[in-house]
């Protein structure tokens, strides 16, 4: 099973407000960068759409190690919280809705077809592929913003 690195991260000016995200993807010595954006979102929706469309890009299942420096994120996979909220109906311990219930759901699912591992970086802390993953979703979130 192929080896991938996946680095993810989101941006949102405005929460809501106009939002982006961005990708790396790292096989070997090839990488890839994706990014996209929506007129009116969430940072967390970003940093899901971030992790999704890096995952929804490998043709193959594929061991992933994946980067995001949103603890949302890398919280609700690592500690099962996902996996408690669809459990019970997309609600959370507190019984009140989990939001992105749609997001959350296509990131398990997705995880369901490649063994991933989630890891926390630091954002803003001269992490270089976290740096680039964020200027990909800030220009992915100007987009968004001149397309409203």
């Not at 949302?72 to 996902?82: L, P, R």
Request: proline share 3%.
């Amino acid at each position: 099973m192929r080896h991938v690195e996946i680095f993810t991260d989101g941006a949102c000016s405005g929460n809501p407000g106009p939002g982006g995200f961005g990708v790396i993807l790292r096989f070997g010595t090839a990488e890839k960068e994706l990014s996209g954006g929506e007129a009116s979102t969430t940072n967390n929706r970003m940093e899901l759409m971030a992790a999704i469309t890096g995952l929804r890009a490998l043709k193959e299942p594929c061991s992933v190690t994946l980067y995001s420096d949103s603890q949302y994120v890398v919280n609700g996979m690592t500690k099962g919280w996902a996996k408690k909220w669809k459990a019970n109906g997309w609600r959370r311990s507190n019984k009140e809705p989990a939001l992105n219930p749609e997001l959350w759901d296509e990131l398990l699912m997705l995880c369901e077809r490649h063994q991933v591992t989630f890891q926390w970086v630091r954002g803003h802390n001269g992490h270089a592929e976290n740096e680039r993953c964020d200027r990909l979703a800030v220009a992915g979130a100007e987009a968004a913003r001149k397309q409203k």
